[in-house]
């Protein structure tokens, strides 16, 4: 298969090692303004994606993310900003990257590049035609995430990917592909750069707006967070002093007795 790798594209710059700090900055800086314009581009392929997300996800199923390297670091970081963020179970966004977990910290050699150990993580889970599964891989060339997702195709799962390579084997095999062409890397080949940058900003949108769809935003708050610490309980009062009108020593006594914003605000409400 023919197809342009603009992820490893040469650099539009050169002899960086002989920078000033300041140049380097702006330079970095200036790629990465590009980002958020190539990400537009692909919103109406990032809105067919999130919707059936969010269709999933109301049925019942989850979400997986699967890559490797930096792509499947994003993923696990999205998946595991869920339940403390929307209040959900950890089951229902899940990340999985190749390596497994001692691959977070530290890469594990050759683990990308096997044709069936991406659909095995997935069976551990128990996956089914119920949920839905994105690969992330920058190159879209990632033997481990394609052979998954080919797998899920024979299976009748459901498949999306973020890429950041037009017309590469992730690109084609992916039921509702997302394309995010960034262009060359400031460090050529750097696809932690740009191309990671990206791939955040979509996973940022998907698991938001699903999420928001499911019902986990009131308003514009997130009134079903986990309270883990005194920063998120000190939000969650003022969440509630506001929405209530009521002074704070109320709404911390709200809290404390019903454990979470939505349901402090729900109860107060209905013994009105």
């Known amino acids: 298969?023919?197809?342009?790798?603009?992820?490893?594209?040469?650099?539009?710059?050169n002899h960086l090692e002989k920078m000033e700090i300041s140049a380097l900055l702006q330079h970095i800086n200036n790629e990465d303004k590009t980002v958020p314009l190539a990400v537009e581009k692909a919103l109406p392929e990032i809105e067919k994606l999130t919707?059936?997300?969010?269709?999933?996800?109301?049925?019942?199923?989850?979400?997986?993310?699967?890559?490797?390297?930096?792509?499947?670091r994003l993923g696990i970081v999205d998946a595991s900003e869920c339940p403390p963020t929307f209040g959900v179970d950890h089951g229902l966004v899940v990340g999985i990257m190749a390596g497994g977990d001692s691959a977070i910290r530290k890469a594990v050699e050759?683990?990308?590049?096997s044709q069936s150990q991406g659909?095995?993580?997935?069976?551990?889970?128990?996956?089914?035609?119920?949920?839905?599964?994105?690969?992330?891989?920058?190159?879209?060339?990632t033997p481990y995430v394609i052979s998954a997702l080919k797998k899920c195709n024979e299976n009748n799962i459901a498949t999306g990917c973020i890429t950041c390579n037009h017309g590469s084997p992730l690109h084609q095999v992916a039921l509702y592909p997302v394309v995010v062409v960034v262009g060359p890397e400031f460090v050529t080949g750097s696809s932690r750069m740009k191309a990671g940058t990206a791939q955040?900003?979509?996973?940022?949108m998907i698991s938001t707006v699903a999420m928001i769809q499911?019902?986990?935003?009131?308003?514009?708050?997130?009134?079903?967070?986990?309270?883990?610490?005194?920063?998120?309980?000190?939000r969650g009062t003022?969440?509630?002093m506001d929405e209530l009108e009521i002074k704070e020593d109320e709404a911390t006594f709200l809290l404390k007795k019903h454990g979470s914003v939505r349901t402090a605000i729900n109860s107060y409400r209905n013994e009105r």
Not at 8 to 13: Q, R
Not at 120 to 140: N, P, R, T, W, Y
Not at 219 to 228: H, W
């Open 1 to 13: 298969m023919s197809f342009t790798k603009t992820t490893e594209a040469e650099s539009h710059y």
């Open 51 to 72: 919707a059936l997300v969010a269709d999933r996800l109301k049925a019942g199923g989850r979400l997986f993310y699967i890559g490797a390297g930096t792509s499947g």
């Open 110 to 113: 050759f683990a990308e590049d």
């Open 119 to 141: 659909w095995e993580d997935l069976q551990e889970h128990q996956i089914s035609e119920k949920d839905i599964v994105i690969g992330i891989a920058a190159s879209g060339t």
């Open 200 to 204: 955040k900003l979509v996973l940022n």
């Open 214 to 234: 499911m019902g986990r935003v009131q308003g514009n708050r997130m009134v079903d967070m986990q309270l883990s610490n005194n920063k998120l309980v000190d």
């Open 238 to 240: 003022r969440m509630i």
